[in-house]
């Protein structure tokens, strides 16, 4: 996917581990996107970057932190995992001169 | 809060007719708004977009229409083909930042 991402691409954890989601990208775009994608909800934007260690909460940020210490890097941590974490989630790029925006494979995370 | 809708959870359409994919937004003040195709097990493509000056944009076998005056954004696809067959979502964005996303439209075309 245009030059995003995202690892792994499957994980499964126990309930009160911490979880580290990556998505990587090789096009230096300044804005990078961590979205979560459920049934009947569609994608809701969890954190989203607009810099090197430039970061902002989403609609659904309780639960997650996020970090990006470089331009082609952006972090997603589950402090604790819990059950209603279990979701896909999709790292996105902003591009401007597509206009739109990229969105990785996804990691699909089951909490257990 | 602010929020993007759609009509019609599922579409049926047959190969070759038009499928028309509806959507509701309720923030007045966005002023970008892109469709997004998803098939199964991938992440989200990017289709069209369209700003707040425009009213239609064409693309290849898709247009998409606004009317800001009841808030209303459709996708409409040219001879629907079974590589069609996907969920379709809208996305708007009021700042130059986030997008907001409807709860997708799946759009299954039957032979």
């Known amino acids: 996917d245009a030059g995003i991402t995202q690892s792994p691409r499957h994980k499964v954890t126990e309930t009160g581990t911490p979880v580290t989601l990556r998505c990587h990208q090789t096009?230096?775009?300044?804005?990078m996107y961590w979205y979560r994608q459920d049934p009947g909800h569609g994608l809701r934007l969890i954190h989203y970057?607009?810099?090197?260690?430039?970061?902002d909460k989403g609609e659904v940020s309780d639960g997650y932190s996020v970090s990006r210490s470089k331009t082609e890097d952006f972090l997603l941590t589950l402090e604790s995992a819990t059950s209603s974490q279990t979701s896909v989630y999709f790292c996105?790029?902003?591009?401007?001169?597509?206009?739109?925006?990229?969105f990785g494979s996804g990691t699909r995370l089951t909490v257990v | 809060g602010e929020s993007v809708g759609l009509h019609l959870p599922t579409l049926s359409v047959q190969e070759g007719d038009n499928s028309i994919i509806n959507c509701a937004y309720s923030?007045?003040?966005?002023?970008?708004f892109i469709w997004y195709k998803q098939e199964s097990g991938k992440g989200p493509q990017f289709i069209i977009d369209?700003?707040?000056?425009?009213d239609k944009r064409q693309g290849q076998r898709v247009t998409v229409l606004l009317n800001k005056t009841v808030k209303h954004l459709s996708l409409q696809i040219a001879a629907t083909q079974p590589g069609d067959s996907a969920v379709y979502f809208c996305?708007?964005?009021?700042?130059?930042?986030?997008?907001?996303f409807g709860t997708g439209t799946r759009l299954q075309v039957t032979l």
């Open positions: 996105a790029i902003r591009d401007r001169e597509m206009g739109g925006y990229t």
């Open positions: 096009e230096n775009h300044r804005y």
């Open positions: 970057s607009y810099g090197v260690k430039d970061t």
């Open positions: 923030n007045s003040a966005s002023d970008y």
């Open positions: 369209i700003r707040s000056n425009m």
């Open positions: 996305a708007e964005s009021g700042t130059a930042s986030k997008l907001t």
